[in-house]
């Protein structure tokens, strides 16, 4: 396997971004934005990898990155604005956060919109080509699988520990039984008849 290039744009503080949650029925979206000055071996987008690894990247990134911050945006708000929206609202969030100021953004996908006048490239699956985003997606999937096992402690029924609000089996089943809580999404098809 070959390693993800560091850079989209060199010379120039870059910063990369994605999100976790998309496609799930329950829980935040998360999402991350990450500014690397050196490369970190073996990077590569966090569905490539095993929790175990993913864990050992996370602090990796987390002591090696120019810059690093992760956004989280509610249920409500992805029912109120819609779930693509919301996960460009949390990388928008994410970037404020950041300690150094990006001239250049890249992120992972299709979709973006304009932000603070800084050039920005959309980048279909950037997390397979491009360090920073897949740093990103290490640490927005981290920080949101986190989250997901805290909330399953007070709300067992839906096993968000294994599905991390993800649209399984056993999690519709759980709907169905015990009905919805506020962590899910009211605007998503939360049982599939």
């Not at 981290?142 to 989250?147: C, I, V």
């Amino acid at each position: 396997m070959s390693e993800l290039l560091l850079f989209h744009t060199p010379n120039i503080h870059e910063a990369g971004c994605d999100e976790a949650g998309r496609g799930c029925l329950a829980g935040p979206v998360v999402a991350a934005a990450v500014i690397l000055s050196e490369p970190i071996h073996g990077l590569n987008d966090s569905k490539q990898l095993s929790k175990k690894k993913r864990e050992e990247f996370r602090m990796l990134i987390e002591n090696n990155a120019l810059a690093y911050a992760v956004a989280v945006i509610s249920p409500e708000r992805i029912d109120q604005i819609n779930i693509l929206q919301a996960s460009i609202e949390a990388m928008k969030l994410a970037l404020d956060k950041l300690k150094v100021i990006p001239e250049h953004i890249i992120v992972d996908g299709t979709m973006f919109s304009p932000y603070n006048k800084i050039k920005f490239t959309t980048i279909i699956k950037g997390d397979t080509k491009f360090q920073s985003i897949a740093a990103a997606s290490i640490l927005a999937k981290t920080y949101r699988d986190e989250l997901m096992e805290e909330l399953h402690l007070s709300h067992p029924h839906y096993s968000w520990n294994k599905n991390k609000g993800y649209p399984t089996k056993i999690h519709r089943k759980g709907i169905q039984v015990h009905g919805v809580t506020n962590h899910h999404r009211k605007t998503f098809r939360l049982l599939s008849k």
